[in-house]
């Protein structure tokens, strides 16, 4: 694994919680922040992102000067919120400072590198920190692909370090063709666009299992077929057995994560029923699936990476005792990458579509979340590519032919 030139350390203390900044080169820095902090700096960001999302729209083409204000307000938004959990602006400002001497002294000439963060978190979103260039924002920002460099999600790519243990290394997939398994909720036109890229890649590049569920499938077909196929990658949706297992699993779907509801929709067409699958029912048809294998299977096998192109499933919520993101960690899969917030279904496509073209190129998880995010960003003038997260391994790859 690529070493992290920072990592961020969150502890929980009686009174109140710390956060140690330890670079991987010199002295670490360790700041008292008040009890929750975090916690609460995330439920205070989540009207700022409601902004930027309202400021950018629904289509993924935005203009430069539109790009502009949603950044240059994001930057006020998460500067503010950085004063309010390190209780000054001093301490922002040497923070600011502290980072970027840790970048240059460590990760100068790597394209992206890793900051890892540990502990309970809260979910705050550090990807958002504007940790990086001048404090001052211009009035009109001209250069939006500079200016995004200021927040570390164009800089770095996080690795979300969850406290799991014999959580899954970072084993690389198995090659080309990619073996991808396919969920969706279909009656999205942006979720088509999506399996429709993933066939016109051709067979060469990727070999789809899927799209599931198919119309007219039970709901008790659709949940166990889901978490076979999650208990052993070689089983398709069709049941057949396949020589070589699944190694990206793929949602794209619609997700709700609230307080009192948990659950991906899925559907097969238009005129099918939505399924909901909560955390609750695919955990018992996991359990049920994972019988016949016990004798047969590892319990530390490494499984595929986790894709959830679905509106928040990419949060863990503190309050909550499981999460998407977590599920899928604690049962050893590589990696999980999903948004943290509702994204628009047709930016979310493309953002995809982008991920997946750099990790066919042979770049790790991690650099193609960050590689994407940028290509949003320079394409389309788009900048909610930040939205999305990680959770495991980012240097998770596909190896090129020897």
């Known amino acids: 694994m690529n070493r992290a030139f920072l990592r961020i350390d969150v502890k929980e203390g009686r009174g109140r919680d710390t956060i140690r900044l330890i670079p991987s080169t010199g002295e670490a820095r360790q700041y008292d922040i008040p009890r929750n902090a975090l916690i ?40 503010r919120l950085m004063e309010n959990i390190f209780q000054s602006l001093d301490r922002v400002l040497e923070i600011r400072k502290f980072c970027a001497g840790a970048l240059l002294a460590a990760a100068t000439g790597i394209e992206v590198p890793i900051v890892e963060v540990t502990g309970p978190t809260g979910e705050f979103p550090f990807e958002l920190l504007p940790l990086f260039g001048p404090a001052p924002v211009p009035e009109r920002i001209e250069d939006i692909e500079t200016f995004s460099r200021r927040f570390l999600s164009f800089v770095a790519v996080v690795r979300r370090a969850p406290d799991v243990p014999d959580a899954a290394p970072a084993q690389p997939l198995t090659g080309k063709p990619l073996q991808l398994a396919f969920t969706w909720y279909q009656p999205l036109a942006a979720v088509q ?30 949940v166990n077929r889901l978490a076979e196929g999650l208990v052993d990658p070689r089983l398709r949706y069709s049941a057949a057995r396949a020589d070589t297992e699944v190694q990206v699993q ?67 919520d503190p309050q909550r005792l499981s999460s998407w993101p977590m599920w899928f960690i604690q049962r050893r899969h590589r990696t999980v990458i999903g948004p943290m917030t509702n994204v628009p279904d047709v930016t979310a496509a493309q953002f995809a579509r982008l991920f997946y073209e750099e990790l066919l190129a042979n770049q790790s998880a991690g650099k193609a979340l960050v590689l994407a995010r940028r290509e ?27």
């Open 40 to 79: 609460h700096a995330r439920k205070e960001l989540e009207p700022c992102l409601n902004a930027l999302k309202e400021c950018i729209g629904r289509e993924v083409g935005v203009s430069p000067d539109t790009s502009g204000k949603a950044l240059g307000q994001l930057f006020h938004d998460t500067r």
């Open 193 to 222: 666009d999506e399996h429709d890229f993933f066939v016109g890649l051709g067979e060469r590049e990727l070999q789809l299992n899927g799209p599931w569920p198919a119309p007219g499938v039970p709901n008790v077909e659709v």
């Open 250 to 316: 793929h949602f794209a779907c619609h997700c709700v994560a609230e307080q009192d509801r948990n659950f991906l929709l899925l559907s097969g067409c238009e005129d099918d029923e939505p399924r909901p699958v909560t955390l609750e029912t695919l955990q018992s048809a996991y359990t049920t699936a994972w019988e016949p294998y016990r004798e047969r299977l590892s319990a530390d096998s490494v499984r595929p990476l986790v894709f959830l192109n679905a509106c928040r499933a990419g949060t863990i």
């Open 376 to 402: 949003l960003l320079s394409k389309f003038a788009n900048p909610l590519g930040l939205l999305y997260v990680l959770y495991g391994q980012p240097d998770v790859v596909i190896p090129p032919p020897p």
